[in-house]
């Protein structure tokens, strides 16, 4: 991995604050007490929309999936549900971005169409066209329409392109060879233009984001790995021309250690946000892992490569957007061990240049061992944000496997003044270690500290967003955190910068925030 070395540069920096009225929720949704899960969600005319998939509870019941629509008004509010799919025909969505608004009165989504026969599985990527009340308008499938069937497709992703037809990734299992990552052109109606498949045929390739160029190709953000033998995991950016014709590839993960997949997006300036995570340790079939995020140029050259925060245990990104204003969100979660939910979520925010701006940790569920999984966030048109999940109990907390969904302000709070900021430690390997700030935001007083003991006096030295030093504190050595009084400051951006004699300095940025 590249070291990163950070240099304070003097900036004006604009973040959007919550000096509106937000209309907050944080809620469980179930239907008839199945198991309900939530993939996608979108802002419509009247409200949201959640794209999930929901089973039965009785293992009996086991292929009984069904892909599940379910209406939401602004306030929170349950206005509409439908399911589709049969007992032997089960229909899921993607990942994150696999339900997209396409005109103001259509609706698009991508996902698996799969059937049960005695002797094998069929398989297919399915499209479809909803109206604004989410009826079936036209469904296309795509894969083998003859026996013997042993090949699998299934889709992730799409994005409508300039010509207002769609891209989609997913991947191709052919029979017991290798996965293979799928890109597939389609006009408006869903007819084929062309695909392609990428891979090696010695590692299992999926594809599972995309978005299309200024140049008129396309990047996919996906995975490979080699089943059975650790540290093979490897995420991957891959960019086609136009017919989907290969030009560069990048692996950003640790050659030695697995990684996760690729969820990219596309900022205003036409270059490509790629969100992944950087393993840092094996833990068995499992991993200790940061969070990291790219921009990169259409023609492959990367301008910034940034890794966030402490490793977590299985600290999977899920989804990666770019908001209106140009900062980026990127979602996932992790599992904890310390007395609580088993599994926690979490939103990390930064600006355009990869500068944190805000991170936040959820958990719905409190009990031991329950689950709390966010999926998907989008921005909302009241400058906020919105996410969705799924929640799994386990006692003390009750009820089923639920979706879980969250009205959130445009810093991530779920009510008026919140104050959950888990800070966000950037990761360096040059630097012995780490500091971090809390609570962020920032109210009257905060709190400097360590991540680990350190033997060397340090100097600690904040400016505001114009540069000006506002604060100058000694940190003696083996000194664990020191408490800042920042109750003269005016609200907005600051920037720490920790010093030492003979170590490069380091930087984080904070917010503070006045109601």
Known sequence: MKQVFVVLLVTVLFLRLPAQEFTYFNKRIDHYNNKDNARNIIETDSGYIIGGYTYDPDPNFEYDIKLTFTGLTYDGAENLYKEYGYDSINIFLGQPGSLIRYSEDRYISVGTWRIFKESF????GMLACYNSSFDTLWTRLYGEKTLPHDTAFMLDQIKK????????????????????????????????????????????????????????????????????????????IIKTDSLGNEEWRINPGNPD??????????????NIIAGTNYGTQESGDNQWMVVKIMKITPNGEVLWDYNYGEPGYDKFLANTIVLDNGNIITNGGETI?????????????????????????????????????LYDVKETSDGGL????????????????????????????????????????EFFESLGSGFSIYPNPVGEVFTVAFVNEHPQTYTLQIYDMYGTKVKEKIIPAGKFSIRVSSSTWPGGVYVAVLSSKGSPAVSLKFLVQRY
């Open 121 to 124: 599985v069929d398989s297919r």
């Open 161 to 236: 392109t300039t010509d207002n037809g769609f891209i989609m990734t997913g991947h191709r299992n052919p029979g017991s060879s290798k996965f293979h990552i799928w890109l597939l052109k389609t006009d408006s109606l869903g007819s084929i233009q062309w695909e392609t498949f990428i891979g090696d045929g010695i590692k299992y390739y999926s594809g599972y984001s995309v978005v299309q160029t200024q140049d008129g190709g396309f990047v996919i953000g996906g995975y490979n790995f080699k089943i059975g033998v650790n540290g093979t995991g490897d995420p991957l």
């Open 386 to 425: 919105i996410g969705c999940g799924m929640v799994s109990p386990i006692i003390p907390d009750t009820g089923t496997t639920d979706i879980w969904v969250m009205k959130m302000d445009s810093l991530g709070c779920v009510e008026a003044g919140c104050d959950t900021t888990v800070d966000v430690v």
């Open 257 to 270: 250690i697995d990684d996760n997949k690729v969820m990219v997006a596309l900022a205003a300036d036409g």
């Open 337 to 373: 061990f310390d007395s609580g939910p088993d599994r926690i979520s979490w939103i990390l925010c930064t600006d355009s240049l990869g500068n944190q701006l805000w991170y936040k940790e959820y958990a719905l569920l409190q009990g031991d061992y329950s689950n709390n999984r």
